[in-house]
């Protein structure tokens, strides 16, 4: 058998990795465990969240899957801070867990030149340090020009509940026993990564009357640019709010040695954002309460998610810590917390491309390459497809920069800074982060896409429309005048808003940070989308701080440009310091940009690589 | 676009009779030719030299030559111009600051060689070079200016960045973590009050190392006054009293400083205006016009009258030119006779026949500066050009932020000046880590599924 592309498992990295490389044109194989746990969420069950929710807007804009399967599989979504400025605002749904993977398979189904097979991968077949095909458990071999990992938390997992250890992943799978030990092998650095995942409760046994609810929004939202929503405002169900008290407390510091994570089983780290309620109590004692969050977690089935109420506790202990919750003083547990360790590579040995420094042809993306979440590992599986394809065809990989995404500035962290727990995104990572909106993703990534092939012609138009309506917008706002007749003076009035003394244009108005587009729409009509709307306040109003940024960006893209050879010898460069020497040997940045972002690599040794860059390679260096 | 630079080439801590301020970029030419009063000089060939006056408001800061060179033919490739100025190290940075006011950017240590490097200026060069450039490079330079920070000094840059961190990872928490409203939620309101003591302590930094730089690199003081004030008596009687550390650099056009003591562990420079006592008219003019020059490069004016005569037409023209001033009304041994002073500065009186008033002038200069107790004197200030303006741009950044909050603008875009703040202070206390905010966030707040 031969592929061009095959694909090691079928979680989120996995589907983006397989469906973009198919759909661009390659016979592409993806190996999963189990056919019925592709596009599974083990986890929480929504998809998106505060920077995640941009990160399936650019999936979607380059492309992807995630983004356009979410929109069908939701029963709530919401804008997430909306009162805290356009740069951070972020989509949230809640997807179904039986929903969501059925229409991802069968999104997989209908993709052509792509065929699924269920199988465990545990060996690569290498010649000349190529990858060249994997090694199934029964020894069949399956060769591919292309291979990409996307193993998630399966390699060597063990599920650690109170003193209690088992081999195997999520949902009881078999975990991968050799593929890791192989790896190294080859020269990959394994490192051990931790995470975890709070009870589920049975619906039917929890009191709801004494909860908070939390809703969606009312206003419709989509993932997607390309499609109108579909579901019904109205059916949205409803999450829950609660809390912990002093009784919860009490019993999870008495029995804090029973913890997996405090009695020395876990040897794995875990994230520092993702810690469990003993860790919480632990180092944050003068809390008296913490926020918990029940979500359901499908229409088909009866399971409540817990959020906020991850543990390694004994099951005994598990119990009587919900019980003590208001509200859940008669919950019955229907799966119980669990800590997850598993095997993880380094990825200061991944090039920002995905492709592997130890293997060439082997890409990895998601939780083996140290991230946590769906989204990371969708935009990594993405992108790794992406870039396999784009080497069969001969052209050069993508990367993409700090300041043209969320994606680009997770790879570029991974790969330049490496990580030591599972990494997550925040909005806090990017340093652009008011040109890198869930508004603009399209705008930022649509042509990019274009020119990779990783869009329809449809999709395309989409965007070019978008362009039209956005430019035909501004002239509307720039060329129409606020006319003051009573009814305005009085929308103002009624508004405490400060009337205006001549006549102005709609854009003069907006730069104003007390006028919306909203207030505007009700003396006068705006003629375009409500999309549309929200790009062009933000785009006028903002314009002094977007314009700022720009010029960061233009400072950094400098520094981006000067592309460091790939066969350079650190060791000729004279006067760099032993520690730089070191960080630049084992990251081997692609460029002076990303070399400053390596930590122990100070602004005196960039410039003495830099000359000689400029000596040594006077032509590249330009 | 490239960023327009400059800063201070010479080593400006030293006494010089000229210094040069550099700039270069994009706009040099057209952000000197703003607060230059050589008109001709915008449009000027390359390499040419242009005589005029530094202004600010009109206001004469200093006489100065400045060369122009035009990309591509210079040290950066980029268009350059240098002004040629007079050694004073107030002079200089207020030139420095005007360029950074219109526009430019104050270079990074070695940014110049940085862009001829960039630019491919360098590039010619042999391997010998390389050493050249790293020299130039400043990071000793740069070194240099950390290690002036006192202890104090960078503890409490260290304390604002704190402050600024917490606010900061407040703020991004609510951001990343929107469902943990239990959390406190940064506001409008409580956003006031933080920054608000931390722009109130930049400016005091600011305030105190513009006083630091005065201890460092003493207080010029001009003497002026019309014709038989008794002026030069004056002048020789705080001279003749102390002990006269530097006295008659006459020789010199430029520089006009005719002597300089020391008085509790300050160093006064004093001037006096050479030539105000011809008598001919064309000359008078000139000594008003020094006069006034030298009032802009002094750090304060002594404008010295007789008190035993009415207040005369130029006491006046005097008294209105001054900005910052005490008046010494001399001869207070004879009859006084002089009325209606129309001034608020303080007024010592003093007479040179019996010494008396040398004394106070000197407590006074010193109260003024708020030097008075060097001893007990905080001495938290920064020592150079560079920390100063970076100081500036981080306050300036606060203000802003404080402007802008209370026009609701939201969090997440006051947090893009906040941060810029903190970095500056970062880059001026040599800690400035990207990371150091996520870190902090983690540290600091209890989150997660």
Known sequence: MNYEVIVVGGGHAGIEASHIAASKGHTTLLITGNIKNIGDMPCNPSIGGTAKGIIVREIDALGGLMGRVADKSHFQIKMLNQSKGPAVRSLRAQADKITYPKNMLKELQNTENLTIKEAMVEDLMEKDNRVIGVILEDGSKIYAQKVILTTGTYLKANILIGSTIEEGGPHGEKRSNHLSDNLKKYGFHIQRLKTGTPVRIKASSIDFSKMHEELGDDTYWTFSCDNPPTYDLKKQQKCYLIYTNSKTHKIILDNLQKSAMYSGLVTGIGPRYCPSIEDKLVRFKDKERHQLFLEPESLYYDDWYLQGFSTSMPKEIQEQMVHSLEGLENAEITKYAYAIEYDAIDPLQVKPSLESKVLANLYTAGQINGTSGYEEAAGQGLIAGINASLSLEKKEPLILKRNEAYIGVLIDDLVTKGTQEPYRMLTSRAEYRLILRHDNADLRLREIAHQCQTITETQYQNYQNRLKEIAKGNEFLKETKLKMNDNVKKQFEDSKKLIPTKTQTLYELLKRPEITMDFLSKMIDIPFSKDTQEELEIMIKYEGYISKTNKEVEKMKKLEEKKIPVDIDYQKVKNLASEARQKLEKVRPISLGQATRISGVNPSDISILSIYLKKEYPYEAE | ?449
């Not at chain 2, 009859?335 to 500065?345: A, D, L, Q, T």
């Not at chain 2, 603008?409 to 970095?423: F, H, Y």
């Open chain 2, 1 to 449: 676009m490239e960023r327009t630079i400059a800063s201070i080439s010479t080593n400006h801590l030293g006494a010089h009779a000229i210094n040069i301020v550099r700039i270069s970029g994009p706009e040099a030419i057209e952000i000197v030719s703003k607060i230059f009063s050589n008109s001709s000089f915008k449009k000027a060939a390359s390499h040419t030299i242009h005589y005029g006056y530094i202004k600010e408001n009109n206001q004469i800061i200093d006489e100065v030559l400045v060369l122009l060179m035009r990309a591509p033919k210079t040290y950066t490739k980029e268009d350059m111009v240098e002004i040629d100025c007079h050694g004073g190290y107030v002079v200089t940075n207020k030139i420095l600051e005007l360029l950074l006011t219109n526009g430019a950017s104050l270079a990074e240590p070695g940014e110049f060689t940085k862009k001829a490097f960039l630019n491919g200026r360098i590039n010619l060069m042999e391997a010998e070079s390389v050493s050249d450039f790293l020299e130039a490079q400043t990071e000793s330079q740069s070194k240099m200016a950390l290690n002036g920070l006192t202890g104090k000094t960078t503890e409490l840059i260290s304390s604002l960045r704190e402050k600024m961190v917490s606010l900061l990872s407040n703020i991004e928490v609510n951001i990343d973590y929107p469902e943990y409203t239990d959390e406190l939620q940064i506001t409008k309101e409580n956003i006031t009050p933080v920054l608000t003591e931390i722009n109130d302590t930049l400016k005091k930094i600011i305030v105190e190392s513009q006083n630091g730089q005065l201890i460092k690199n003493g207080i010029k003081i001009a003497l002026v006054g019309k014709t038989n004030v008794g002026k030069s008596s004056l002048l020789n009687a705080l001279l003749e009293e102390e002990k006269a550390i530097v006295t008659d650099r006459k020789g010199t056009t430029r520089d006009v400083i005719e002597g300089s003591i020391a008085y509790q562990g300050i160093v006064f420079h004093f001037f006096d205006t050479a030539g105000i006592r011809e008598s001919t008219d064309l000359v008078e003019q000139i000594g008003i016009e020094k006069s006034k020059k030298l009032m802009s490069e002094a750090d304060i004016t002594v404008i010295v009258l007789n008190q035993s005569e009415p207040l005369e037409k130029e006491d006046l023209e005097i008294l209105s030119t001054v900005k910052e001033g005490i008046i010494f009304l001399n001869k207070a041994d004879l009859e006084k006779r002089i009325e209606n002073i129309p001034s608020n500065f303080p007024i010592i009186k003093g007479s040179m026949k019996d010494k008396t008033g040398l004394e106070e002038l000197k407590a006074k200069i010193i109260e003024i500066f708020g030097l008075k107790d060097l001893a007990e004197l905080d001495l938290t200030y920064l020592s150079n050009a560079r920390q100063i303006a970076l100081a500036k741009e981080a306050q300036e950044s606060i203000e802003h932020v404080l402007k802008e909050n209370e026009k609701n603008i939201p969090v997440d875009i006051l947090a893009i000046d906040i941060k810029s703040a903190w970095e500056n202070l970062g880059k001026m206390i040599g800690e400035f880590y990207e990371d150091e905010l996520v870190e902090n966030i983690f540290s600091r707040f209890c989150l997660g599924k």
